[in-house]
């Protein structure tokens, strides 16, 4: 059992908790997951590390609501535990120093990039953040992006909070002024896939993290399977970071679309369940 130590309301969507793990938190490095299930009967969702602390022995695990399990998180409180937890997975993020790179984040993906930002600065990187979301409201972190940034750029979709604009505007503005060695790009799928056009045009070599369906986090179900350069590779144990150029952006599409119905008939069922029993968490972990 992982205690949560701590918790945070981002968004009105997005939540933070931190979670006791010292072994993962002694571990962990930029880039890696963990595997989490709430509780004992609850699926396996992986989450990137959002951030963690050594000396305290925690992690920070940034989610934002989408589904039943990430619904049922978001119930609960500092006191309750996680089922299990475990981590870190997946290769950590190449941190060189390559002279110039950008960080490009895209809604609860600022979450998964900070960490990369914040290796790539101390390995004395001049570091670029554009980070964007629907709206100002979905907004976090701004400032501790910025921490690191020689020139941080914040966009929204709707133009509700500073620039109006996909986050591959500003991102192909930067690449068009100034030689950047590399970019990384973490957020929704299609976010990913634009950038990576983007980067293209400027022959520019772009990283993802690669959110594909994943059950066990070893490679031994194969449900996180991506097409990499015409070969197939897990995204658990070969990932989750890929060469963006490379990337079956189509298939990854499509296999994110498989089990979009049931997804929203357990959230449904979730939240009909969690209403009639009238209780925060009682109840939802009965529906769970």
């Given at each position: 059992m992982y205690e949560i130590v701590g918790k945070e309301q981002l968004a009105p969507v997005t939540t933070l908790l931190r979670v006791s793990a010292p072994e993962v938190a002694r571990k962990a490095q930029a880039g890696?997951?963990?595997?989490?299930?709430?509780?004992?009967?609850?699926?396996?969702?992986?989450?990137?590390?959002?951030?963690?602390?050594?000396?305290?022995?925690?992690?920070?695990?940034?989610?934002q609501q989408v589904g039943k399990t990430t619904a049922l998180l978001a119930t609960f409180e500092p006191g309750d535990s996680l089922y299990a937890l475990t981590g870190p997975l997946g290769r950590p993020s190449e941190i060189q120093h390559y002279g110039t790179v950008a960080c490009v984040?895209?809604?609860?993906?600022?979450?998964?990039?900070?960490?990369?930002?914040?290796?790539?600065?101390?390995?004395?990187?001049?570091?670029?953040?554009?980070?964007?979301?629907?709206?100002k409201d979905l907004i976090f972190w701004e400032e501790k992006m910025a921490a690191l940034s020689d020139e941080p750029l914040v966009c929204?979709?709707?133009?509700?909070?500073?620039?109006?604009?996909?986050?591959?505007?500003?991102?192909a503005e930067l690449l068009e002024r100034e030689r950047v060695a590399r970019v990384w790009a973490v957020g929704p799928a299609i976010m990913m896939k634009f950038s990576a056009l983007t980067c293209k045009r400027y022959e520019t070599p772009v990283i993802v993290s690669l959110n594909s369906i994943m059950v066990d986090g070893t490679g031994m179900c194969g449900a996180c399977r991506v097409e990499i350069g015409g070969e197939t590779r897990f995204a658990c144990v070969d990932g989750p970071e890929f060469d963006g150029h490379l990337v079956n952006w189509d298939l990854l599409l499509e296999k994110q679309r498989l089990y979009l119905d049931s997804e929203r008939l357990a959230l449904e069922r979730f939240r009909e369940q969690q209403c009639a029993c009238g209780s925060r968490k009682e109840g939802a972990h009965e529906a769970a």
């Open positions: 890696q997951f963990v595997i989490l299930i709430a509780i004992e009967s609850g699926e396996r969702i992986p989450l990137t590390l959002g951030d963690w602390d050594r000396e305290k022995g925690t992690v920070d695990l940034v989610f984040g895209g809604g609860v993906g600022i979450a998964a990039v900070y960490p990369i930002a914040r290796a790539l600065r101390s390995a004395g990187n001049k570091v670029h953040t554009i980070m964007g979301c629907r709206s929204t979709d709707d133009g509700s909070y500073k620039r109006k604009a996909l986050v591959t505007e500003p991102l």
